[in-house]
């Protein structure tokens, strides 16, 4: 089977102790009871853990050391954590436009306490405009074929609108090459894509890398990843600009 979003997500375990063990006063019971059902919102994606290693190996290569990275479609907030560990240079955004995935994020970022996440923030990537006004790399993983493809143009006119030049707009998923699968289980989920919903699907590279270019975007590279899916790597024409996204 492809790697990728497969297997849906599931919720993960609450910590173990109740809160009236660690309760000292009813106001703290309040704090420890909002905190524990916040953590109970943590959904985990199976896939994430397979596909999160890869995917950090290639970012290291592609993200600026400073500066802030908006994940767009962070899902359960898996990837958002551990990225966020792994480069502790890089300040993350999360973000989703969906609210159970905006309160997993939220789980995984109390649970994890690292100084360099920021509390996620609601995102349609159609919108005209986003919540953030600026970032010095974009990352969507798994979103182009579980979306309709007007997703994919206001992905790509929205990070052409918040990247400065020479900053990179990151994908991960399984994509069609000129017009074909790459592996038969692509074909398989592409089917399965469509059955959910007719607008979904695997994405030609092809389309995509000729929206990107129209938006102002060099392809950068492409890089073969476990399980048939690919890492595609755009870059904003012009000068490199890195580390000096502002706060909105
Ligand atoms: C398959 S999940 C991938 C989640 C995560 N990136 C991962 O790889 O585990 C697809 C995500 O895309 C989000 N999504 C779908 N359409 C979107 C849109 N128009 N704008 C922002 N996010 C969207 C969904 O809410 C969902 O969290």
Partial sequence: MPGGYRGGWARQESPRGSAAALMGSIAEFEDVREGMSRLSAALTAPAVARNREPILAVLRNVLPTR????????????????????????????????????????????????????????????????????????????????APWQATEGLIRGAARILPQGCPLFLYGPFKEGGEHTAPSNAAFDADLRSRNPDWGVRDLGDVCELASAHGFDVIERIPMPANNLSVVFRKRGDVRLGDAKED
């Fill in 67 to 146: 500066g802030k990275v908006l994940e767009i479609a962070s899902g359960t907030g898996e990837h958002a954590v551990h990225f966020a560990c792994a480069l502790p240079g890089l300040t993350w955004q999360p973000s989703d436009r969906d609210p159970q995935a905006l309160r997993s994020i939220g789980a995984h970022r109390d649970q994890r306490q690292l100084p360099n996440i920021l509390e996620p923030v609601e995102l349609d990537v159609t919108a005209s405009i986003w919540p953030v006004g600026l970032a010095d790399a974009v990352v969507a993983i798994n979103m182009i074929h579980i």
